[in-house]
């Protein structure tokens, strides 16, 4: 797990740069196909898989999550005004860690379901455990799919401040920052 955090842990601030000059598609769109790749390569794990190659394709699940995060993020919270900017970062958090929960709770539901009650001694586990991995990469490759047809959907860049739909209201508030409400 090591090399996938660390790649993706170091390409946030140059994916942030990339970003900042070129918008966010060019990097989401190629991102999320790489998220697809990666979590189909994971469907051809087996017993006899070597350790480098589950290592690469972690590594390039991790960089194509690099390349989409920053963008995504960037994006949606831009999109908010200036005075709820804190609101969305916690709530864009908190969705991130409980989307994490579920699909990992899908994912362990999916691959318990292939090995019922056997135990690690039994005959069958070995290519229960293998069949269950595959069915629950599958699955989440699947999933991968919607990502990549939104990414396609997603706008490059947010619209300039001057034709955003959010406008200071010349009401201060009692820090002394104008209010932004939608313009009408």
């Known amino acids: 797990m090591m090399p996938g955090g660390l790649a993706m842990g170091l390409l946030g601030p140059q994916v942030g740069k990339v970003f900042d000059r070129v918008g966010g598609r060019p990097l989401v769109i190629p991102g999320s196909l790489g998220i697809l790749a990666g979590l189909s390569l994971f469907t051809l794990v087996g017993a006899d898989t070597p350790y480098w190659q589950i290592v690469a394709t972690h590594?390039?699940?991790?960089?194509?999550?690099?390349?989409?995060?920053?963008?995504?993020?960037?994006?949606?919270?831009?999109?908010?005004?200036?005075?709820?900017?804190s609101h969305g970062s916690s709530l864009l958090g908190s969705l991130q860690q409980v989307a994490g929960a579920v699909g990992s709770a899908i994912s362990?539901?999916?691959?318990?379901?292939?090995?019922?009650?056997?135990?690690?001694?039994?005959?069958?586990?070995?290519?229960?455990?293998?069949?269950?991995?595959?069915?629950?990469f599958t699955v989440s490759a699947g999933l991968a799919v919607v990502v990549v047809v939104l990414a396609i959907l997603l706008p490059g860049r947010l619209p300039a401040p001057e034709d955003d739909l959010w406008q200071a209201s010349g009401v201060a508030d009692a820090d002394g920052v104008e209010e932004a409400v939608p313009a009408l």
């Open 59 to 85: 590594v390039l699940l991790m960089v194509s999550l690099a390349c989409v995060f920053t963008p995504v993020f960037t994006l949606g919270l831009g999109a908010l005004p200036p005075h709820l900017y």
């Open 108 to 136: 362990l539901t999916i691959l318990a379901s292939f090995l019922g009650n056997l135990s690690p001694t039994d005959p069958g586990y070995r290519v229960s455990l293998i069949n269950g991995l595959d069915r629950a």
